[in-house]
Nanobody, 125 residues
Framework: QVQLVESGGGSVQAGGSLRLSCAAA????????MGWFRQAPGKEREGVAA???????FYTNSVKGRFTISKDNAKNTLYLQINSLKPEDTAMYYC???????????????????WGQGTQVTVSS
């Protein structure tokens, strides 16, 4: 059974940084696409970053240059480094894991098969 457990969220001031982690159990992070999504109150879930089996990365435009997705296959852990946080980054952040080796839309939630419970990021101005 696949389990994804996020950690690292918190409350920070604008301009601050956070590093989110997603520990995967029952899943091999080296073989498939993984991603980070977020959902703010009253808004749809949004794909913010994804990484493929070879380490190629994908970002939504609003986070390019500020967010960095990475993974440590030896630890079966996915990361999201978030810098220069803005109040509009406030959301619940979710880790997602797919069973796809190739994905045409890595930031689309239907690409993913497994989801974590989320970790809250709150940014104050």
């Amino acid at each position: 059974q696949v389990q994804l457990v996020e950690s690292g969220g918190g409350s920070v001031q604008a301009g601050g940084s956070l590093r989110l982690s997603c520990a995967a159990a029952g899943y091999d992070t080296s073989n498939y696409y993984m991603g980070w999504f977020r959902q703010a109150p009253g808004k749809e879930r949004e794909g913010v970053a994804a990484i493929d089996r070879d380490g190629s990365t994908f970002y939504t435009n609003s986070v390019k240059g500020r967010f960095t997705i990475s993974k440590d296959n030896a630890k079966n852990t996915l990361y999201l480094q978030i810098n220069s946080l803005k109040p509009e980054d406030t959301a619940m952040y979710y880790c997602a894991a797919s069973l796809w080796v190739v994905a045409t839309k890595p930031l689309l939630d239907t690409t993913y098969n497994y989801w974590g419970q989320g970790t809250q990021v709150t940014v104050s101005s």
